[in-house]
């Protein structure tokens, strides 16, 4: 979603400003702009489009000033031109918003009838006009964000820069994220600790409810009640180096070749080789009591979640109940006492995934968090957190992030079973030998992506597109056909496969391919049977299996898709790597934007 980087500097900040908007490219964006204070003025440079766009207007038309905001858009009030671009401004105050204002529109009417005129169609835009106000009644920017702040009803992350208070921002935040940077004679505002990287590793984190008044001497935080508090400093760990595509032609590409490097890094967090045993990190909650297990997360973070319920329900025989986020608390859902509840996310702010955490928390549930980012709000509410060790993930699209969300739910399984009682030693020895083997499973996977490459063309010129897929594979039927939607706009769908029959079998022509996944095993002649219905009509399939399922169905396949045999354990993070080098190779044919698709966001941080 939205980036937000701010600089109380000695120096010129428009090119760190802009440096510390490219490190937040991977949120997902549509517009840009920064604001510096610069002879007594408030200077404001946006563009719509790529983050190149507004580096051209500053080429032409320099910010200079030593303090500044900046900021990438997501639109959600207003469609993403220049003028709803951020930082949006008064005479006086300049703001930055990550979120929603829900009640701007009362807000709005409110501020015209005291006379002030509105430039945009954001909601984000009625933050400066009332801040604004309060300046111009002789407000303090402390006194004026009392008065503001509570009014504001949704989600937000602020940073605010005053042109009569040049050596000072404001940040806030209620339901985005804020980090605090320390530097030398130098503070710093950010979305998250990727952004503000190069600048320091010493950060703080804002609590929900915070806002801060920074210069150059440093921080002074106030809670939700105005109290001065002091929220402990840490080391980041984020990397100051550029995030780089080295020798891919996407972000997306490296980070796909890269699962088999990350998934062995994170699976060495919870596997111990010497006695292949789980061994998670200590924490407080006693797994042999968990009654039930409610998982909960959004997009490909949900379809990791569907494949674990598998995991859970076979080796611990634990009942699972599953959720997309931005539903769960809507329907009232009974949770039971002495349940754990399961949060997936890669960024480990997604704004109803978090909503959907607090809300079980109040419903005493235990939290248990699989993220990608170990500092982040999320991790910090869990009772027990599960850190993925993927590494950034910059592609909108997510790879690494879910084989190692699968890497951390199959330890976790395992690790539930055995506290219950449902795992003997020596099976446990024999799941750990499994997962062990992924690694080496992903990259005998990875090579096979020239075949993929030369039949992405057979995909491409197709308007729908359907994934079948039975058992723990129909989970990746759904996460193929997203990835081939987000990348290369074919509209897709994934189905199990014995759903067919039961409508969707209607679409079915010479025009419509059918990705079939299906390992060798147990339900291989099920879906056999499916995918010859499909060609019965016409279907055109390509087969995704490994050499005994290819021997036995490729006959009549327009194309096939050869993959290692492996234990049904790891087979979902082994066909994870098909189902995204045909989505990516599909929207290279297409001309996509690969890394950046659009309307999407990495980081969703509104509901």
Known sequence: MCGIIGIVGTSPVADRLVDGLKRMEYRGYDSSGICTIQDGKLTRRRAEGKLANLVAVLADQPAGGNVGIAHTRWATHGA??????????????????????ENFKELRDELKADGRQFESETDS????????????????????????????????????????????????RLGSPLVVGYGEGEMYLGSDALALAPLTQQIAYLEEGDWVVVTRDGAQVYDAEHNPVTRAKQHSGASAAAVEKGNYRHFMQKEIFEQPTVVAQTLSSYLRRSDNSVALPQFDVDLSTIRRLTI????????????????????????????????????????????????????????????ALRHCRK?????????????????????????????????????????????????????????????????????????????????????????????????????DVLYLGRGQDYPLALEGALK????????????????????????IDEQVPVIVIAPSGPLFDKTVSNMEEVRARGGQVVLISDSKGLEQASEGCIATIEMPEVHPLIAPLVYAVPVQLLAYHVALVKGTDVDQPRNLAKSVTVE
């Open 296 to 355: 909960v997360a959004c997009g490909t973070s949900y379809y990791a979640g569907m494949v674990a319920k598998y995991w859970f329900e076979h080796f611990a025989r634990l009942p699972v109940d599953i959720d997309v986020a931005s539903e769960f608390r809507y329907r009232d859902p009974v949770l039971e006492e002495g349940g754990l509840a399961l949060f997936i996310s890669q960024s480990g702010e997604t704004a109803d995934t978090l909503a």
């Open 484 to 507: 081939l939607k987000e990348i290369s706009y074919i509209h897709a769908e994934g189905y199990a496969s014995g759903e067919m029959k039961h409508g969707p079998i209607a679409l």
């Open 363 to 463: 419903e005493g549930q235990k939290i248990a968090v699989v993220v990608n980012v170990p500092t982040s709000t999320m991790a910090r509410e869990a009772d027990l957190l599960l850190p993925t060790h993927a590494g950034p993930e910059i592609g909108v699209a997510s790879t690494k992030a879910f084989t190692c969300q699968l890497a951390v739910l199959g330890a976790l399984a395992a690790h539930m079973a055995v506290e219950k009682g449902r795992m003997s030693r020596e099976e446990e020895q024999e799941v750990v030998r499994h997962l062990l083997e992924a690694p080496a499973a992903l990259n005998a996977a990875l090579d096979h992506d020239d075949d993929i490459a030369a039949m992405a063309h057979l995909i491409a010129p197709a308007r």
């Open 80 to 101: 993403p031109t220049s003028i709803n671009a951020h930082p949006h401004a008064t005479d006086r105050v300049a703001i930055v918003h990550n979120g929603i204002i």
């Open 125 to 172: 835009e009625v933050v400066a006009h009332l801040i604004s106000r309060r300046i111009e009644a002789g407000d303090t920017p402390e006194e004026a964000m009392r008065d503001v702040l509570p009014r504001l009803q949704g989600a937000f992350g602020l940073a605010i820069a005053f042109r009569d208070y040049p050596d000072l921002l404001v940040g806030a």
